[in-house]
Every structure is written in C-alpha cells, then in structure tokens.
C-alpha cells in the first residue's frame, strides 16, 4: 500500500513538473512573439563580433567557390574593397532581423551579390514575397518562431559542417556488422556451453566496447551537424504548415520539393541525436551499454552520413530556400523602420540616367537627404565634413541595395543594372608594407580594368580624394587623365575632390557639384545640401581663427590664398 501511495505521489510530481515546463515554455514563446511583433518598425540592436561576421560570411566565400551553390552573380560581386569603403558590414546589421543562422548568411550573401538582370523574374518574385510579410503579420511572426526554433549553428557555418563531413570520407558498417556477429557467435557459444564459451563472450565483448568508443569519438562532434539539418526538416514542415496566399504558393511547392530528399535521414535519426546526451538515468545507462555492444547508433550515424554526403547539394538548397524566407522578413522588418523607401527601376542599356530623389543614407539617425538626376558623372568640392563622402556613400548604398534587396532609402530610385565599385576609406597596408599612395593606386587599377571589360552592364564607381597621397602636381595631371578614362561612354564615376582644378580641367567630362557651410558666430553650420556648381567658399582659413590661431597668420594665409585664386602662382609677402 505504501509503495502504491509512492508511486502515485512520484507521478503527480513528475506530472507536475512537465505540465509546468509545457506552461512555461508557452509563455517563453508567447513572449518572444509578442516582442517580434513590437520590434516591427525599429532598428535591430545586436554587435557582432569578428567572428561572427566571418562565420556569417562563410555561406557567401562557398558559394563563390563551390559549384554546388552556383555561381550566377560572381561577376558583379561586391568586392572587399568596395564593402569595407561603404562600411557594409553596418548596412548589413541595420538590416538583419533574421532568426537563424540560415537567414543571416543568405541575406549578407545578397547583399555582397548584386543581381544585372531580372530575366528569370526572382527579383518580381521576391518583391511579391516581400509585400506580403510586410502585409500579413500572423503568417509573418508564425514564419519568425519557426525559424527561431531553427536557430543558429553555433561557432562555424553549415557549410563548414558539410565540409568537415566530407574529410570522414564514405564510412562502411561492415566493422559493425562483424562486431555485432562476434557478439551473436560468442552467446551461441555460451548456451551450447562448450568451454570458450565465457572466455569469447568476455573478449567480443570488450573488442565490441572498445572498437564502439573508437568510432564513437570520431562520430561525435559530428552530430551537431544532424542536428542542424533535422532543425531545417522541421523548420520546414512547420513553415509549410502555416497558412498562406497564392502570393506564397511557389515559395512553399519549392520547400516541399526540397523536403523529400530527406525522408531516410530524419527515419534514422533517433539513436544518433542522443549519441553525446544522457541524463544519467538507470534505463539509458542500461541502453549505452546495448549501444557499445550492438554499434547500433554507430550503424545509424553511417546511413545518416551517406544521406548528407549523396545529398549534399539539396542540403545546401534547403539551406538556401530555409534562408531565403528569413532574409525576406528582415527586408520587410527593414522598410518598416525607414522613414520612407522606395522599389527602384531598374533597366539594361548604357544610356539611361540615374535618378535618386530624397536620397538619404540609412544608417544615419538624422539624415538630410539628396536628389539628383544623372546621364554622367559627377566631381564633388567642398571642404572636410561639409558631406561629400556621405553623399557618396549614400548614392553607392542604394545601388547596391536596389540590386540586392530591391529597397532603397529614397522617395525614387531609378537606373541601370550597375557594376559597382569604390576606392574611398583607404588605409596603409603595413603587412604588406604597401604605403597609401601604392594601395591607392592599385584600388583604382582594379576600377580601370573593370571598366575595360563587359561593355554590356554600365560601371558605377565612386572615389573620394583621387590620388591623395602624392604630391599636388602629379596628383592633378595623373587624376586627370584617371578621371577622364572613367567619363567614358557606359561609366558613372563620382568623385570628390579637393583640387578645385579638377573641376576646370574635366569640366567638359563631368557636371560640377558642390557642398558648403557657414561660418557663422564663431562656428562652423554645415547644410549637408548637394549643390550646383564648383566650391567657392574659403572656409579652411577662417576655421584657424576659430580654432585661436593668431590674427597675423590668419591675414597672410587669407592674402596668399586670395592671390593664387586671381595669378594661378603661389607668392610669399
């Protein structure tokens, strides 16, 4: 009796702890959802660290060198440089709202790949996909909590995983299958009781544990990988499970497609899972020693590792078409937190303005946006912080943006399919010991020997202080003729400069624009306003007298600066 009350109790304790815990993680969920939904139309705020954004770059740098993830934007790729000038990196964080690892790494992808067609349609595709996240919050934050169950895969990428897989090379059960003969032969053995019976049954069995924890610490850390793939098979059967419109109908027959290569692997994968989890109880203690004797989770894990390394291509699929919705939500989570966007028009030719209305960088908490309609390039002036390398940032930043993710911080966007590149927030290479002035040089070459191939898809470049790391003669004669290539038909180039010569020399190339401020009760206003026309403002000197240098080195450097501008020659007192 009193061990019938002992058991009763047990169960109604143990009964109560899972009815709890389902309670709790309701509420967990219930919260979490609650907070996607007010995070709708604000900025994600998360750091990352060097390591992540790496580990988040993998998926881009294999698709780039792997045949199996296509290699369809290689050539209009954004490349280092061109990333590190625009400070993608923070471009991608303000944008990412993705809740898993997937999602993240198929969105910084996007960005580093700029589409020079939509031929096949994925960008109206896209777009439609888009609108309805943004249109319909429930399949939205339905979508969100299944890719939250997803996750993330930890320190490496999954297409580091896969790789790792691939160096355990085809892996046999035949090891196993002899060990669990051994076994069977060794306890016919006892019961015909002959007298090697015991001694056979003690060596099988120790041959079977030893050769079991062998394999067992080669498997191991492989599981984790598993586990991620079982992750997206349930992500997926979840995502296909939600309600949706037509607008979603081909996003979810290709999900189901994906999903039927992996029928056998999610079959096997019971044992495998709890390969490196125990609890310690009686019963799994019981079970690991049946699995030491018998390699059956060992035989699992194998036809589980000939699935993933057959299927590895729809792997990297599911991956994608899994990472592809995330990366739809974060776009739509992003327009909703821009005071205004736009869809951009794009066209092929080489002849076609680019038009950008109310342009702003978004990025920027507050900031002052600009317009301008272009059939050719542009030379910027303007003094330090008036808002020349932001409006080049700007403009860049959009361009690559309505290539990728069809949004841009404007109030109308409108140009050409572009291959874009920069050379702006340059540095001294000192591993390589390079000086500014060499790794200036060799950006710029880079851009020259772009804009000698593909005449088919227009060049937008953008350079900020065209050689500035040499003298004022050879910087002028070479910027020149560097300019006026980069003016040829089939090339936008924007310049900033602050070499009012340049604006003279290539006037006939370019279109003159320029930024000020004012000196104004002792400070410096800056309108941040794009404006016609060469700079004509002499502020730089009367900043000095701001700053408190004295009158007298004020007057003579305002008197040289005057009588330059009138002779053309530099003359001393």
């Given at each position: 009796?009193?061990i019938?009350v002992?058991?009763?109790?047990?169960?109604?304790?143990?009964?109560?702890?899972?009815?709890?815990?389902?309670?709790e993680?309701?509420?967990?969920?219930?919260?979490?959802?609650?907070q996607?939904?007010?995070?709708?139309?604000?900025f994600?705020?998360?750091?990352?660290?060097?390591?992540?954004l790496?580990?988040?770059?993998?998926?881009?740098?294999?698709?780039r060198?792997?045949?199996?993830?296509?290699?369809?934007?290689?050539?209009?790729?954004?490349?280092?440089i061109?990333?590190?000038?625009?400070?993608?990196?923070?471009?991608?964080?303000?944008?990412?709202?993705?809740?898993?690892?997937?999602?993240?790494?198929?969105?910084?992808?996007?960005?580093?790949?700029?589409?020079?067609?939509?031929?096949?349609?994925?960008q109206?595709?896209?777009?439609?996909?888009?609108?309805?996240?943004?249109?319909?919050?429930?399949?939205?934050?339905d979508?969100?909590?299944?890719l939250?169950?997803?996750?993330?895969?930890?320190?490496?990428?999954?297409?580091?995983?896969?790789?790792?897989?691939?160096e355990?090379?085809?892996?046999?059960?035949?090891?196993?299958?002899?060990?669990i003969?051994?076994?069977?032969?060794?306890?016919?053995?006892?019961?015909?009781r002959?007298?090697?019976?015991?001694?056979?049954?003690?060596?099988?069995?120790?041959?079977?544990?030893?050769?079991?924890?062998?394999?067992?610490?080669?498997?191991?850390?492989?599981?984790?990988?598993?586990?991620y793939?079982l992750?997206?098979?349930?992500?997926?059967?979840?995502?296909?499970?939600?309600?949706?419109?037509?607008?979603?109908?081909?996003?979810?027959?290709?999900?189901?497609?994906?999903?039927?290569?992996?029928?056998d692997?999610?079959?096997?994968?019971?044992?495998?899972?709890?390969?490196?989890?125990?609890?310690?109880?009686?019963?799994?203690?019981?079970?690991?020693?049946i699995?030491?004797?018998?390699h059956?989770d060992?035989?699992?894990?194998?036809?589980?590792?000939?699935?993933?390394?057959?299927?590895?291509?729809?792997?990297?699929?599911?991956?994608?078409?899994?990472?592809?919705?995330?990366?739809?939500?974060?776009?739509?989570?992003?327009?909703?937190?821009?005071?205004?966007?736009?869809?951009p028009?794009?066209?092929?030719?080489t002849?076609?303005?680019?038009?950008?209305?109310?342009?702003f960088?978004?990025?920027?908490?507050?900031p002052?946006?600009?317009?301008f309609?272009?059939?050719r390039?542009m030379?910027?002036?303007?003094?330090n912080?008036?808002g020349?390398?932001?409006?080049?940032?700007?403009?860049?930043?959009?361009a690559?943006?309505?290539?990728?993710?069809?949004?841009?911080?404007?109030?109308?966007?409108?140009?050409n399919?572009?291959?874009?590149?920069?050379?702006?927030?340059?540095?001294?290479n000192?591993?390589n010991?390079?000086?500014?002035?060499?790794?200036?040089?060799?950006?710029?070459?880079?851009?020259?020997?772009?804009?000698?191939?593909?005449?088919?898809?227009?060049?937008?470049?953008?350079?900020?202080?065209?050689?500035?790391?040499?003298?004022?003669v050879?910087?002028?004669?070479?910027?020149?003729?560097?300019?006026?290539?980069?003016?040829?038909r089939?090339?936008?180039c924007?310049?900033?400069?602050?070499?009012i010569?340049l604006?003279?020399?290539?006037?006939r190339?370019?279109?003159?624009?320029?930024?000020?401020?004012?000196?104004?009760?002792?400070?410096?206003?800056?309108?941040?306003?794009?404006?016609?026309?060469?700079?004509?403002?002499?502020?730089?000197?009367?900043?000095l007298?701001?700053?408190?240098?004295?009158?007298?080195?004020?007057?003579k450097?305002?008197?040289?600066?005057?009588?330059?501008?009138?002779?053309?020659?530099?003359?001393?007192?």
């Amino acid at each position: 009796m009193e061990i019938t009350v002992l058991f009763a109790i047990l169960f109604v304790v143990f009964l109560y702890v899972m009815i709890r815990g389902a309670i709790e993680e309701k509420g967990r969920r219930k919260k979490y959802r609650r907070q996607l939904k007010e995070l709708y139309g604000s900025f994600p705020d998360r750091t990352y660290s060097a390591g992540e954004l790496d580990r988040i770059a993998r998926y881009y740098w294999h698709r780039r060198g792997d045949n199996l993830y296509g290699k369809r934007y290689d050539e209009n790729a954004i490349d280092e440089i061109t990333w590190n000038d625009l400070s993608m990196d923070n471009i991608f964080a303000r944008m990412n709202y993705a809740q898993s690892s997937s999602g993240e790494e198929y969105l910084y992808a996007m960005l580093r790949s700029p589409v020079i067609d939509d031929r096949d349609g994925a960008q109206e595709r896209m777009e439609a996909h888009i609108k309805y996240m943004m249109e319909n919050e429930d399949v939205r934050l339905d979508t969100m909590m299944a890719l939250k169950d997803l996750g993330h895969t930890g320190k490496y990428a999954l297409s580091d995983y896969l790789d790792y897989l691939d160096e355990l090379g085809v892996r046999s059960n035949r090891v196993h299958y002899g060990c669990i003969l051994l076994l069977v032969v060794s306890v016919a053995a006892v019961f015909v009781r002959t007298s090697l019976g015991v001694p056979l049954l003690i060596a099988a069995a120790c041959l079977n544990i030893v050769t079991y924890m062998k394999e067992k610490g080669i498997a191991a850390p492989y599981v984790t990988t598993f586990g991620y793939i079982l992750r997206m098979i349930h992500c997926v059967d979840a995502i296909i499970k939600i309600p949706t419109g037509p607008a979603m109908e081909d996003y979810v027959s290709a999900l189901k497609s994906e999903r039927r290569h992996f029928r056998d692997f999610e079959k096997h994968s019971g044992m495998v899972m709890k390969m490196n989890a125990s609890t310690g109880s009686v019963d799994e203690l019981l079970f690991d020693y049946i699995k030491m004797l018998t390699h059956v989770d060992l035989i699992q894990f194998n036809k589980m590792l000939n699935i993933v390394q057959k299927n590895k291509k729809e792997i990297i699929g599911l991956a994608g078409d899994i990472g592809y919705i995330d990366a739809v939500i974060s776009i739509a989570y992003f327009r909703a937190a821009l005071p205004y966007y736009t869809t951009p028009v794009l066209q092929t030719g080489t002849d076609s303005r680019l038009v950008i209305s109310e342009g702003f960088h978004p990025c920027i908490d507050s900031p002052v946006a600009n317009s301008f309609s272009q059939n050719r390039g542009m030379i910027i002036t303007g003094s330090n912080a008036s808002g020349k390398s932001t409006f080049l940032k700007m403009t860049a930043v959009n361009a690559i943006l309505a290539q990728t993710i069809n949004t841009c911080a404007a109030k109308m966007y409108k140009g050409n399919y572009y291959r874009i590149y920069s050379s702006m927030s340059l540095r001294d290479n000192l591993d390589n010991g390079e000086s500014y002035y060499i790794v200036e040089i060799k950006a710029l070459k880079r851009i020259m020997d772009a804009a000698d191939t593909d005449g088919k898809t227009p060049l937008l470049c953008f350079v900020d202080e065209v050689l500035r790391g040499t003298n004022t003669v050879e910087r002028i004669a070479a910027s020149t003729q560097i300019l006026e290539r980069l003016a040829q038909r089939g090339i936008y180039c924007f310049a900033a400069t602050h070499d009012i010569e340049l604006t003279h020399l290539l006037e006939r190339y370019y279109d003159n624009f320029h930024f000020e401020e004012e000196v104004k009760d002792g400070d410096v206003l800056f309108s941040y306003r794009l404006l016609g026309g060469r700079a004509h403002t002499r502020n730089a000197i009367k900043l000095l007298e701001i700053i408190g240098f004295s009158k007298e080195i004020i007057r003579k450097a305002d008197d040289m600066a005057g009588r330059f501008l009138q002779d053309g020659e530099w003359k001393r007192q």
